[in-house]
């Protein structure tokens, strides 16, 4: 059983389209990132969240921390093939460890 | 470029064996931590390091062991490998420790 866990696991929509990838605990974190990886390549961070009820947008992506602090949301507006890719939420705990959520796969097609 | 270099890139081997990952972390990072990433389980956390003392530890092995030396760099020993040891092998390394992570390109270990 993950800690944190994604959903869906696998996504595939059309170009504009809009979609919502959920990351959800029954722990707290002090923070949570997310993070993209594409094929062949290491996850690169797209944001970190600290505070609890916080909403960043980063273009087309709004993330959000619930405000408890143990789900996140990651809302993608206008999908375009390039967000074609693996998303990962991951949330820090004490002892200085950056848990991973399962990944959502999602794939955009023109 | 994440500044992170992880070699081999590519490693095949059979079971029984025993294998070593290596990684440099970006200049200046202090913090090396080594994930799993296989099909089926995404991102798991092995173990981390800050300059060359163990500080955290996830659900890694008693087959493996990782140290990091005085430069920095690190090394990620798997032995008596079995077949569902193949995985992506992921390095990374923080300046801030609850900072962003920055990761090679990881090694892929295929175990025959």
């Known amino acids: 059983t993950q800690l944190l866990e994604q959903s869906p696991q696998f996504l595939s929509i059309q170009e504009g389209e809009n979609l919502t990838v959920y990351c959800n605990s029954s722990?707290?974190?002090?923070?949570l990132q997310w993070y993209r990886q594409e094929p062949g390549e290491g996850p690169v961070l797209l944001v970190t969240v600290v505070t609890g009820g916080e909403v960043k947008k980063l273009k087309r992506l709004t993330f959000q921390f619930g405000d408890a602090r143990k789900d996140s949301s990651l809302h993608i507006t206008a999908a375009q093939p390039g967000d074609t890719g693996l998303y990962l939420c991951a949330g820090w705990r004490a002892g200085n460890m950056l848990t991973f959520g399962g990944g959502t796969r999602l794939m955009v097609k023109p | 470029d994440s500044g992170v270099t992880q070699t081999p890139k590519h490693l095949i081997t059979a079971t029984g064996q025993r294998v070593t990952l290596r990684c440099s972390p970006r200049s200046g990072d202090l913090s090396v931590y080594w994930y799993q990433q296989s099909l089926d389980q995404g991102l798991q956390f092995l173990i981390q390091?800050?300059?060359?003392?163990?500080?955290a530890k996830g659900n890694i092995l008693e087959r493996f062991s990782a140290q990091q030396f005085p430069d920095l760099h690190s090394e990620l020993n798997l032995s008596s490998l079995e077949l569902g040891d193949s995985a992506l092998y992921f390095c990374?390394?923080?300046?801030?420790?609850?900072?962003?992570?920055?990761f090679g390109e990881g090694s892929r270990l295929t175990v025959l």
């Open positions: 390091y800050y300059n060359g003392e163990e500080r």
């Open positions: 990374a390394s923080s300046v801030v420790r609850t900072g962003e992570l920055f």
């Open positions: 722990s707290v974190f002090s923070s």
